[in-house]
C-alpha cells in the first residue's frame, strides 16, 4: 500500500508541475494556442475553474491559481502522510 501512495505523491507532484507551467505560459503570446498548452488546458482548467470561481482577481493578478497549488501541496504532504497513518 505504500507504493500506492508513494505513486499518489509522485502524481500530484507532477500535476503540481503541469500547473506551474501552464500558469507560466500565460506570460508568453499565443503559448496556449500550442499543442502542449491545449493539452495543459484541458488537464489544469478543471482543477483551476472552481478556484477561480471564489477568488475573484485583483485588477490584472489572478490569483486563484496560487491558492490552487498550495491547496494541492498540502494534500500531498498532508493528505498522503494522513492516508498512509490511517492504512498502518
Known sequence: MGLVLQGLSYLIEIYSMA??????????PNA???????FLEK???PYLEPFR???????MIDLSPL???????FASGYGV??????VG
Not at 491558492?67 to 501541496?73: E, I, R
Open 19 to 28: 500547473l506551474i507551467v501552464y500558469i507560466l505560459m500565460s506570460w508568453f
Open 32 to 38: 496556449r494556442e500550442t499543442s502542449i498548452g491545449q
Open 43 to 45: 488537464i489544469c482548467e
Open 53 to 59: 470561481k471564489f477568488i475573484p482577481p485583483l485588477g
Open 67 to 73: 491558492v490552487a497549488l498550495l491547496v494541492l501541496n
Open 81 to 86: 502522510h494522513y492516508l498512509q497513518t490511517l
